[in-house]
């Protein structure tokens, strides 16, 4: 079992920041791929960007357009989504993923653990 918590929304003006973080615990979170997710209110959850176990892959969504960034950190068992410039139409609940090695990042429903997700708001 891979316990996540997501932190760090909030409430934020168009090209505004914020940092989310996703904190891992239980059964070595490290092994595992990490992925963030999004889902705003009437929409399906949709892939934002992934990153390998070992930190040598990463993959963004192309409407991301390097305005967020994707990190981890092993030692700390934690993973960390940058946003950058955002805009309204990135209003939405953030979620954080956890995928068992050897599966499709890129499928939604391949991943095996999620958290409850933060909330980000960007007013215009």
């Known amino acids: 079992q ?9 409430l934020v003006q168009t090209g505004g920041s914020l940092t989310l973080s996703c904190a891992a615990s239980g059964r ?5 791929a990490m992925g ?17 176990y070992n930190i040598k892959n990463t993959y ?10 994707i990190s981890r950190d092993n030692a700390k068992n934690t993973v960390t989504q940058q946003l950058n ?8 609940v953030y979620y954080c993923a956890a995928i068992r090695p050897g599966r499709r990042v890129m499928l939604t429903t391949a991943y095996d653990y999620w958290g409850r997700g ?5 007013s215009s």
């Not at 963004?60 to 960034?69: E, H, L, N």
């Not at 933060?118 to 960007?122: A, G, L, M």
């Open 2 to 10: 891979v316990q996540l918590v997501e932190s760090g929304g909030g």
């Open 36 to 52: 963030w997710f999004r889902q705003a209110p009437g929409k399906a959850r949709q892939l934002v960007a992934t990153i390998s």
């Open 118 to 122: 933060t909330q980000v708001t960007v």
């Open 28 to 32: 070595t979170p490290s092994s595992y």
């Open 60 to 69: 963004y969504a192309d409407w991301v357009k390097g305005r967020f960034t």
């Open 85 to 92: 410039s955002l805009k309204p139409d990135d209003t939405a």
